[in-house]
């Protein structure tokens, strides 16, 4: 038998657990975690966005239920593109997001650095990681350094953002990491899924963690599905997420996006850890 132990993290899970909006997801779920990740996938148009009236509930809710929350920044905008006027629009409009839900204060706010497809494909020769010949790679980390320079300007302090592993090696971001000092979510399905040394990243950047998000990942014959059950995790995978869970103080969210995968990571999670409150 496992032996539990009383976790160190806080634990959230994601606003879109039932097919519904936002604040009707805190309300279900907010007795049972610590934090809830509010997902803002969309910036437009404009009315996507909470209102500020929703903004007002989630405080009041977050007062009821003792509840915290972090903001996941849009993916449909970005800072990496080759138009300088797009990454522009792209800072001004996380701006315009972090300044809606300010009065919240959210644990982190986290940001996707994107990279094309055929970048990602260039990148798999490791010699050419090291070396960093690529001249499109190349590009795209000086994209990405102008629109991180370009959303710094508009004045967001770089400790209220963290930035997340994504599906490529992040050792070809780090650099931009720490010359703008700024914190990391790892997901740690990603990692999984993709190959990468997530105790590494752990290790590397463990004293500037806000997140880190946590799903499943289930090795099929023909692909690799992620964001499903916890309990879908091959066992070696999961002993090696739940060495860095053992310690760790921020939080670990739960980044599924349905009831029957919530339900079945948390059951998985409770036999782990003796403070977890099953649905």
Not at 40 to 58: C, Q, R, T, W
Not at 147 to 162: E, Q, R, T, Y
Not at 173 to 194: A, Q, R, S, W
Request: net charge negative; charged share 25%.
């Amino acid at each position: 038998m496992v032996k539990k132990k009383s976790k160190t993290f806080k634990l959230g899970t994601t606003s879109f657990i039932y097919p519904d909006h936002i604040l009707p997801n805190v309300k279900k779920l907010g007795a049972f975690f610590d934090e809830i990740e509010l997902l803002i996938f969309e910036s437009y148009p404009e009315d996507v966005l909470p209102s500020k009236n929703d903004v007002d509930a989630l405080l009041k809710a977050s007062q009821t239920f003792n509840l915290t929350y972090n903001i996941h920044l849009p993916t449909d905008i970005s800072l990496t593109c080759d138009s300088s006027e797009e990454r522009q629009k792209a800072a001004d409009t996380y701006l315009k997001v972090i300044e809606r839900f300010d009065s919240l204060h959210p644990t982190t706010h986290t940001l996707h650095l994107e990279m094309p497809s055929q970048i990602k494909l260039d990148v798999l020769n490791l010699e050419e990681i090291k070396n960093q010949q690529n001249d499109s790679l190349k590009q795209w980390i000086e994209n990405t350094y102008h629109g991180l320079k370009a959303l710094m300007a508009n004045g967001v302090n770089p400790d209220i953002l963290s930035i997340e592993t994504l599906d490529y090696p992040f050792s070809l971001v780090e650099p931009l990491v720490t010359e703008f000092n700024l914190p990391v979510c790892i997901d740690l399905g990603h990692g999984i899924k993709y190959g990468y040394d997530i105790a590494q990243v752990f290790k590397t950047h463990q004293s500037r963690i806000p997140v880190m998000h946590l799903h499943g990942v289930e090795f099929l014959d023909s692909k690799i599905k992620d964001h499903t059950r916890l309990d879908r995790m091959p066992e070696e995978h999961f002993a090696a997420v739940l060495s860095l869970l053992e310690n760790y103080t921020g939080v670990v969210s739960l980044e599924v996006f349905n009831l029957e995968n919530l339900n079945y990571s948390m059951d998985f999670l409770s036999q782990f850890f003796s403070d977890i409150i099953r649905k």
